[in-house]
């Protein structure tokens, strides 16, 4: 469970790192496919061990746990190592300049300055204790890819790295069944 507790941080903190206010961006339904690594390749067997609970459970359970994602946007494609979340942006939301990226409000900007396509960043989350920096190459409205590193409070207070890679893309117009989260 500490491996998916590591794809839900990345997931919410890489997407809390959309560009805000550097050009709007395609409403719609939106896929970020992220490549997730750590220095000591603990992090690569914590998610390993994740994908092989998921395939051993019951045909039933696995459907469970594979919709109870699915409602949050979130999907892993094994076969290629990278862990997919989907995330839906209103057209209000999108008039806004307002991403629904950081749901629980656990993360919050240090430093962001924009250059042309690119913005480079610096954050902080809340529990658990992170913080990051990266850059975003922005691809028009409709696409964008990043980089970042992470620094994470693990247990006993043990530091742990994380280096995350991200591709996004807009996928459509309509999310389907995907909501976009709501502002808190």
């Not at 949050?72 to 997919?84: E, N, P, T, Y």
């Not at 693990?154 to 389907?176: F, H, K």
């Amino acid at each position: 469970m500490q491996a998916l507790r590591t794809l839900a941080l990345a997931w919410i903190g890489a997407a809390a790192l959309l560009p805000a206010h550097a050009q709007r961006i395609a409403p719609g339904l939106w896929e970020m496919k992220m490549n997730m690594a750590s220095p000591d390749g603990k992090l690569q067997q914590q998610m390993a061990a994740m994908q092989k609970e998921l395939a051993q459970l019951p045909p039933e359970q696995r459907k469970m746990m594979e919709e109870m994602m699915a409602r949050q946007g979130v999907g892993i494609d094994a076969a290629k190592g990278m862990h997919a979340a989907r995330i839906c942006i209103s057209k209000e939301q999108a008039e806004r300049d307002e991403l629904p990226a950081d749901p629980d409000g656990r993360c919050k900007y240090e430093r962001m300055q924009r250059s042309g396509s690119m913005m480079r960043f610096a954050f902080t989350c809340s529990d658990p204790q992170s913080r990051g920096e990266g850059e975003i190459k922005l691809q028009g409205d409709k696409a964008y890819s990043s980089r970042m590193t992470t620094e994470t409070t693990g247990p006993q207070g043990r530091t742990e790295r994380m280096e995350i890679n991200q591709q996004a893309r807009w996928l459509s117009a309509d999310c389907g069944t995907l909501k976009p989260a709501p502002k808190r």
